[in-house]
């Protein structure tokens, strides 16, 4: 039976999130730059989100570009925002045959004027996509989002619009800049390091996480179902015993 056919259609996560990792270890042992791997990666998105879709994942998040990623050498930074451009628009008509919703998270203000007007217009135009979003992570960090979160709630509360009474997880939840999308049941990171990386911190509380040897552009759905077969083998308590969990 092949990994697909293994997969329980019941459990299936809604939302996976992805920290697409390794794209330069990759080029360095073609022998080739950095940027050449980078590249590469989109041929790993394209088929993970395929997977995805086969598979009725309802939400797939990518860390594509963190903050602490402007630090990069400015070449490396240069040809990802030029990367982004070519990508959104030789792939918005896919996104849209395949019913994708493309959204983005992040300091989006902070990218280059070109990307972020092409990325408005491709998130525009496949607005009302509903089979599957795409939701990619730019210039994005979780300590910049609950900095910015704290903001807006303390806005809020100096305008008499919150009281401080009211702050709850809800009222933080709906702060972020996830709000209205369900938390990922399953993070999944590639090339084989296992942290975080400051991605998603409030909301992979109760993931699971599977770390995967394969770096980011040799992933292919395959390597995504995989990680879904783990994520159903596990017992999932958020806090309860096995014979909460599972009564006989």
Known sequence: MDL???IDPARVPAHVAIIMD???RWATRQGEH???GHTSGVKAVRDTLVGATEIGIRHLTLYAFSTENWNRPQAEV???MDLLVRTLMSEVDSLNE???????IGDLESL??????ILQQAMARTAHNDRITLTLALSYSARWELVHMARRLAREVAEGRLRTEDIDEAAVAAHLTTAGMPDPELLIRTSGEQRVSNFLLWQIA??????SSVLWPDFRKEDLFEAVLDYQSRERRFGLISEQVNPR
Request: proline residues 3%; hydrophobic residues 40%; contains cysteine.
């Open 34 to 36: 950095r940027v050449v």
């Open 4 to 6: 697909k056919a293994r």
């Open 78 to 80: 240069d040809a990802l």
């Open 98 to 104: 395949n019913g994708v919703r493309l959204n983005a």
């Open 112 to 117: 280059p004027g070109d990307c972020h007007a």
């Open 206 to 211: 109760y993931a699971e996480l599977y770390f």
């Open 22 to 24: 390794g794209n330069g």
